[in-house]
């Protein structure tokens, strides 16, 4: 009798527990924001979001943060652009060309979960000392090339596991119907898994925008907005990190303000890509 | 008519070629990375051996003394504390959404991991700033009755734990997904209760998968940098408690980047600390990944 209430306590503990460690865990999400937005809107304004830092981004008072709001967004659109440029060809040929050989396949995905493990600040100092055997210095165009190959892994698995799933039965009457494989691959694959490359895309744009540790050597830090592809670039994460570090109030507040608009960026991206792959889910073909 | 299909024809092999082309690049990605590496710090490790290095406790880079010791160490503490506080909760809580709880907590938890899983770690670091290292400061003081900063390697452990918290969560669920529903059939049918169905079929059944979700978050928590980098103090020394400041390795690489190029050995043993970072997650993640691959072929 005893033997079965303590089953019955020790059923109804852990039961409890893991309840308890669901909560924690939505709690935590919900503490993080709620702190971040609390101590950052007061200091979001239209002059925040709308000026570059005056005097120095680390001892002047005035200005804001635009500086680090468009180059965030000049080297997240570059590079998710440049690694769609190479992760759609990878992640066609991995589910076209070699289709028949299984292994091969498996041990690309294996290799790439690997590469996606790989720190940033690995991707980071690789990248420049790279840089600095060509003779690169930092710059915006640096830091998209870095900041690409980082998100690269994310982004051929997202869309490898849409393509994944395209019935061999398409294929095969594709090419029945005299297509080649590379007009399948654009015209019929990209097609059928079109949320999946948008998805895939919103993902990495999001590691990009919020990566600090590979840009952290490779793009610099400046006040000035870039006009080229070689100057030097302000990023949001890093804007953040160096100007949370300062003693003064106002520089802090910048900091603050920057943590807010990068968190809706990424927040923004997340509920994007929930709905953008709902409603493509209906326009693809089904068997 | 023949030109438009051999027209057609250089297209296909012409982009076929461009895919295979980038599909090696990405296969050699790794292998660059690991020469790239060695071969910067192949200046310091001329002068001196893997082993010394990693055990050598002096770290005066002025006058060309570089023990790793004690960032190996911290980097240790950091993330076997952020395991431990992760891991559990982890666990738990992928035991429940699997089997105990509704569809609608599911369909509320998915978004929760996502976003967390999405917030960049300057936030995360920012945060442990703002909350976790007054709360820190405050508490030691009113239970231990020590004056701390706060800056410590418990902070940096408990912002990284939050931030390997969806990582290790969405590969637990995957793996309790794949166990099948007839063994626990089979032993509920028996008469076992649920708990007891979980604890002796479930956890057992998917012990390696659980252990390669943990050795993952542990790789990943190891090379974690910037949010750590904001909390844990960046003290260099060996740390003797968990309310001391620490100086993890991938801090140690982001702090000193930049001002050491003037020095040439500097820079050879930065590339070294990165190289060792770079090989470290390489092996972990690899033998956790093939822990899973096993363990997915014989269900």
């Known amino acids: 009798m ?8 020790e059923e109804g503990l852990f039961r ?14 919900c503490l993080i924001v709620f702190s971040i937005l609390i101590k950052g809107i007061p200091s979001l304004s239209f002059e925040m979001i ?4 005056r005097g120095g981004f680390y001892f002047g008072r005035e200005g804001g943060i635009l500086n680090a709001i468009i180059g965030s967004l000049y080297l997240a659109t570059g590079a998710t652009a440049l690694a769609l440029a190479i992760s759609l060809p990878v992640a066609l040929y991995m589910n076209l060309n070699l289709i028949s050989r299984k292994k091969t396949v498996n041990a690309i995905r294996f290799l790439l979960d690997l590469l996606w493990g790989i720190p940033s600040i690995v991707y980071g100092a690789f990248g420049f000392s790279i840089m600095i055997i060509l003779g690169m210095k930092a710059s915006l165009l640096a830091g998209i090339i870095v900041v690409a190959l980082l998100i690269i892994p994310i982004m051929i698995r997202a869309m490898d596991e849409g393509f994944k799933m395209v019935p061999p039965g398409l294929t095969e009457s594709s090419l029945s119907l005299g297509a080649t494989k590379s007009e399948i691959a654009f015209r019929v694959f990209v097609k059928q898994c079109f949320p999946f490359i948008i998805t895939g895309v919103l993902l990495s744009f999001g590691r990009a925008i919020g990566d600090a540790a590979s840009v952290l050597f ?27 570090s300062s003693p003064i109030p106002e520089v802090k507040n910048r900091a603050y303000a920057a943590a807010v608009v990068l968190t809706i960026i ?9 709905l953008i792959s709902g409603r493509f889910k209906k326009t693809s073909i089904k068997f | 008519m023949l030109l438009i299909s051999l027209d057609r024809h250089i297209k296909d092999r012409a982009s076929r070629a461009w895919m295979l082309l980038w599909l090696c690049f990405i296969i050699a990605m790794p292998v660059l990375i ?23 406790k002096e770290w005066k880079p002025l006058s060309g003394k570089f023990g790793f010791y004690p960032f190996i160490i911290s980097s240790l503490w950091v993330t076997i504390l952020a395991l431990l506080i992760a891991g559990p909760v982890c666990l738990l809580s992928a035991i ?25 770690s300057v936030i995360y670091g920012v945060w442990g700033v703002i909350v976790i290292v007054p709360f820190i400061a405050k508490q030691s003081d009113k239970i231990l009755g020590k004056q701390v900063s706060g800056y410590s390697i418990l902070s940096g452990s408990i912002v990284l734990a939050i931030m390997i918290i969806p990582f290790i969560l969405n590969i637990l669920i995957e793996v309790f ?14 008469g076992a209760s649920k708990w007891q169905t979980v604890k002796f079929v479930l956890i057992k059944k998917a012990f390696p998968g659980i252990v390669s979700a943990m050795g993952l978050g542990l790789s990943r928590a190891f090379g974690e940098t910037i949010a750590v980098l904001m909390v844990v103090g960046n003290v260099v020394g060996i740390p003797h408690g968990v309310l001391q400041p620490g100086y993890p390795l991938p801090a140690l690489i982001a702090n000193n980047y930049g001002e050491m190029l003037s020095i040439p050995m500097y820079d050879s043993a930065l590339m070294f600390a990165a190289l060792v970072l770079f090989v470290i997650v390489l092996l972990f993640n690899l033998a956790s990944r093939l822990l899973i691959v096993r363990f997915e072929k014989r269900i």
């Open chain 2, 96 to 120: 429940h959404l699997t089997q105990y709880a509704k569809k609608a907590v599911l369909k509320i938890m998915r978004p929760v991991i996502d976003i967390l899983a999405g917030i960049p």
């Open chain 1, 16 to 29: 409890s527990l893991m309840s308890l460690s669901t909560c924690i865990i939505i709690f935590a999400l």
């Open chain 2, 177 to 190: 997904r794949s166990i099948p529903d007839e063994l626990q059939e089979a032993s509920l049918s028996l």
């Open chain 1, 218 to 244: 490779t793009t610099g830090f400046t006040d000035r907005i870039p006009t080229s592809l070689s100057q030097q670039t302000a990023t949001l994460p890093l804007s953040v990190f160096f100007q949370l």
């Open chain 1, 266 to 274: 990424v927040l923004m991206i997340s509920i994007l890509s929930r």
């Open chain 2, 34 to 56: 690991g020469t790239g590496l060695y071969y910067k710090s192949s200046l310091l490790l001329k002068e001196e051996s893997v082993f010394g290095l990693l055990l050598s």
């Open chain 1, 50 to 53: 709308s000026q570059t830092p």
């Open chain 1, 2 to 9: 005893t033997k079965k209430l303590l089953r019955k306590i």
